[in-house]
């Protein structure tokens, strides 16, 4: 299978967990090498990424939980994003669209509004984005309390969307101060080795990220408080 993906996108860091948790073979193709953007677009002209194509059953797949799961159905692993138990499965799900909708996306937000030029960037905007950042911290703060992993006992899919959300917020509006449920968890994602090796594979891109030398300024984060 080929992932086209970029090194430093917060729903490719989710499938590449993944697939390091289930040792999942595949050919990962970056959207900077020579020809790779235009093969990515035909797969998928909406320009998200990242994509999954699957030669052996002439399939393409976009979204990044559709990945996971799709992957977990046709190259079974090690690795169960979904628990079997139906209740437990709701759980999981229901983790995974609050990172990714509630967490994912206001950091998101965030990160495109630095990269903007200065006298387009919108500071309404960035107050919304980091309001939702602190409800979301702390519904997740209360969820999570007495668990080690996001949705139970068992590392799932909901971490997968967790650990590249939350350790991209945290860089935005610091989150550990008045969290501390959700600190010891980002912690204990930080020292995942499938996440460890994510992390270190960033390393050479680093630098492009918006907020690599810092927060939010202190005015704006507040709005997250």
């Known amino acids: ?56 059953r002439d399939t393409t797949v976009a979204e990044a939980s559709i990945i996971i799961e799709y992957a977990a159905i046709h190259e079974p692993g090690t690795f169960r994003p979904i628990p079997a138990d139906p209740d437990a499965a709701l759980e999981t799900r229901l983790m995974d669209r609050l990172f990714d909708n509630y967490v994912m996306a206001p950091m998101q937000a965030l990160v495109l509004d630095r990269m903007r030029p200065e006298h387009r960037r919108d500071s309404l905007a960035v107050e919304q984005a980091g309001a939702m950042l602190g409800r979301a911290y702390a519904l997740i703060e209360g969820r999570i309390a007495g668990r080690t992993w996001a949705a139970g006992d068992s590392f799932t899919l909901a971490d997968c969307a967790a650990a590249p959300s939350l350790f991209y917020a945290d860089k935005i509006v610091p989150l550990r101060s008045d969290h501390p449920a959700l600190a010891a968890y980002l912690d204990r994602l930080l020292a995942r080795p499938s996440f460890a090796r994510v992390l270190e594979e960033k390393e050479p891109w680093w630098s492009m990220f918006p907020f690599a030398d810092g927060p939010l300024e202190p005015q704006r984060a507040a709005a997250a408080d």
């Open 1 to 56: 299978m080929i992932l086209y993906y970029h090194p430093l996108s917060s729903y490719c860091w989710k499938v590449l967990i993944a697939f390091y948790e289930s040792g999942i073979p595949f050919e990962r193709r970056m959207l900077e090498a020579d020809g790779v953007a235009q093969q990515w677009q035909a797969l998928w002209p909406l320009g998200k990424f990242p994509v999954l194509r699957d030669p052996a």
